[in-house]
């Protein structure tokens, strides 16, 4: 019978040992993707990142090192829609969550989606439709009911099964628009506590997720980048179904971020003097 030897692996412990023979500043993440975007818009030999592989192991080691009072270290990971990396950050720790809900959110307001439109869209679509600008807040606006929804569940203990939703399959060719009653029936299941209208009622006039940091509304990356292939494969683009669906455009902003992009973001700033470089 093979042994688990995970659960003998406490990150804080690692880092511990790591920081005896190693003095650069230290970063621990949740996921590959938030270690492969940091590895590469950091300067070479900037830091050592960690994985954590969760946002909960991640927090918790943080808190771990703290305690331990080990200096020049940081966490990056995703606010998301709850308030768990808010009351973190009300205990002074060096947690630097990304500008909005997370990674992709953060460079769907960035230059990175700029630059990703101008590869992959049509210059003449794009033009017609309005522009970039027109592209990002169209796509914020048909999304809100969504946020809304994302933030109302995971604050309320909901359990709406956001992961089984299809959600390019529900966007309006025409105009990005996203039918609530729709979205509304689909996460609808027996479990939830609330019923299908009161779900439309949160959709439709419930609170705006916020970033407590930047004040600014928050949204899901992934569900930006959705819709957006839904728009490149018709409005502002002419990209076939493979080439627009939402993982592709999620690998591709990632690499549209440039370490000049990054570098210009209140988070990367907040990042370098938390680490004092």
């Known amino acids: 019978m093979s042994s688990d030897l995970s659960k003998f692996d406490i990150l804080a412990d690692r880092i511990r040992l790591h920081r005896q023979v190693d003095a650069r500043p230290i970063i621990i993440t949740e996921g590959v993707a938030d ?11 900037f830091a050592t990142v960690f994985l954590a592989q969760t946002r909960d192991v991640a927090l918790e ?31 002074a720790l060096p947690i630097v969550a990304y500008d909005n809900a997370d990674l992709e959110a953060m460079l769907w ?21 309005g522009g970039i600008d027109r592209v990002r807040q169209t796509v914020e606006q048909a999304l809100l ?33 996203i039918g609530i009653a729709s979205i509304c029936s689909a996460l609808w299941t027996p479990e939830c506590s609330l019923g299908v209208q009161e779900l439309r009622d949160i959709a439709q006039s419930g609170s705006d997720p916020m970033c407590p940091v930047s004040g600014e509304s928050l949204y899901r990356g992934k569900d930006c980048l959705a819709v957006l292939g839904v728009a490149l494969r018709h409005l502002v683009g002419n990209l076939p ?3 627009a669906k939402s993982e ?27 680490l004092g470089v």
């Open 35 to 45: 270690q492969r975007f940091l590895q590469r818009v950091l300067p070479v030999g």
């Open 61 to 91: 080691a943080t808190g771990q090192l703290a305690r331990s009072r080990i200096s020049r270290f940081a966490c990056v990971v995703d606010r998301d829609f709850d308030d768990q990396v808010q009351e973190w950050e009300s205990k």
């Open 109 to 129: 307001r960035s230059r990175a989606l700029d630059d990703l439109l101008v590869e992959v869209g049509s210059s003449t679509k794009l033009a017609t439709f």
């Open 145 to 177: 009911p969504l946020q809304r929804l994302r933030r109302a569940s995971a604050v309320g203990g909901l359990g709406l099964p956001f992961d089984a939703l299809r959600l390019q399959a529900r966007v309006s060719r025409q105009t990005l628009s």
């Open 241 to 243: 179904h493979i080439a």
């Open 248 to 274: 592709r455009l999620e690998e591709a902003i990632r690499l549209a971020a440039s370490a000049e992009i990054a570098a210009s973001m209140s988070w990367y700033r907040r990042l370098t003097d938390q």
